[in-house]
């Protein structure tokens, strides 16, 4: 504004404004705090101050954009240039801008109980499922079961139908009627008995996987894991000896999962729900839910970590793409991600550089009227979104449609 702009008639906490042309007064540099919102907001205090003096005395407008002196008139004048801008009626969210890491979920170990020498390994990559061979010790397939409990002994039939019975047999009976070797009415995927049927089918799978068949399973002839394995390291060498106890290979799920280091301060704007936008490597973008909100904070690295966290301590925040096959197959990539903490429908929004912060505390904006006259108008302040620089505002003085001033850009 040009000291020459014609204001409406207003009152305000701090003064009244004259209508007609204002006289020139002394620009002051405000300091009003700025509500307690996130981090990012503070930019609002880089906002235009308006000091509104004791009626009589005039105004006075502080605009850190800068300001010039006028010559000869030994006051300070605003010379930033400023343009408009229009009030909407729209919804808007509030976004938290993030970068992240997409992966696979989950993360196991395969531990060799075998002893030998390793004769066949898996590649990197690949993906085996349940009733196949992970590797081979001495030319003999471990195969793959599911089921959250390690292979920790042999199973075999005992003397009677319960002789044998815990955990393991039952992960093992629910592997074998997944595989079709018995069906659901011969053996119960629940039964953690090794029974008759149990035996038939522990006969089915070794003839297919092409080993002695003798209806018992000898320690290391199997392992077990929650999930399909999608091999990611290798730790054995191929013809090396295979010790029991020693690691094979790494392996994670085949479910894909964003993975954020979220600063911990963040914590309560971000709950399981939340929508996410995933820009990925090749600056597509696709949607996903957050799965998963951490609630131990983590010290970051000690250089600084490089997470987005700025050094601070972060928690887990897991995302699920809800189209896994849009993320590819890259594994440990560099993604970004937009997580909508809040929305609104059909609200008032304006630009958040068009606030101006009052001295007497409180935000306004800078109504142009349709024949040119400028006029402070009092908001309060409710959404913010600090992806495209908006807020939401309501006040019975501002109207969707209206033309307000904004800095220039």
């Known amino acids: 504004m040009s000291s020459t702009d014609t204001y409406q008639s207003d009152t305000y906490q701090s003064g009244t404004y004259q209508s007609g042309t204002y006289q020139a007064g002394t620009y002051q540099t405000g300091s009003e705090p700025v509500p307690p919102r996130r981090r990012r907001r503070t930019v609002i205090a880089a906002l235009v101050v308006v000091v509104l003096v004791a009626a009589g005395v005039g105004v006075a407008v502080a605009d850190p954009f800068g300001a010039t002196k006028s010559e000869g008139s030994g006051v300070v004048d605003n010379a930033d240039p400023t343009s408009t801008a229009t009030v909407t009626q729209q919804s808007l969210a509030s976004q938290i801008q993030v970068q992240a890491t997409l992966g696979f979920a989950g993360s196991y170990n395969v531990i060799n109980q075998a002893p030998g020498t390793v004769t066949a390994l898996p590649s990197v990559g690949q993906v085996i499922s349940q009733g196949q061979v992970v590797y081979q010790v001495d030319g003999s397939p471990v195969v793959l079961l599911y089921g959250p409990t390690p292979a920790f002994r042999g199973l ?181 991600v937009s997580i909508t903490t809040a929305s609104v429908a059909n609200a008032l929004v304006v630009p958040v550089a068009a606030l101006l912060a009052l001295a007497s505390s409180g935000y306004a904006v800078e109504v142009v009227s349709a024949t040119g006259v400028h006029s402070l108008v009092a908001v309060s302040l409710g959404l913010f979104d600090d992806a495209d620089g908006l807020v939401q505002v309501t006040g019975s003085g501002v109207a969707a449609g209206e033309t307000i001033v904004v800095p220039a850009s």
């Open 156 to 336: 075999a039939e005992g003397a009677t139908g319960s002789a044998v019975t815990g955990p393991d047999v039952q992960e093992l009976n629910a592997d074998l009627v997944a595989l079709g070797y018995v069906t659901g009415v011969e053996l119960s995927p629940t039964s953690d008995q090794f029974g008759f049927w149990t035996k038939v089918g522990v006969e089915r799978l070794q003839t297919h996987v092409g080993v002695t068949v003798n209806g018992a399973l000898a320690m290391g002839q199997v392992v077990f894991l929650p999930t399909a394995a999608r091999v990611s390291a290798i730790s054995a060498t191929l013809g090396g000896p295979a010790q029991p106890g020693g690691p094979v290979l790494d392996a994670t799920s085949t479910t894909r999962v964003v993975t954020i280091g979220l600063d911990a301060t963040q914590q309560s704007e971000v709950a399981v729900g939340d929508p996410v936008t995933i820009t990925l490597p090749n600056n597509q973008t696709t949607p996903g839910v957050v799965s998963s909100v951490g609630s131990v904070a983590v010290a970051p690295p000690s250089d600084g970590g490089g997470d987005g966290s700025d050094g601070n301590p972060t928690i887990t925040v897991e995302v699920t793409p809800s189209d896994p096959t849009a993320t590819g197959s890259l594994d440990q990539a560099p993604v970004s």
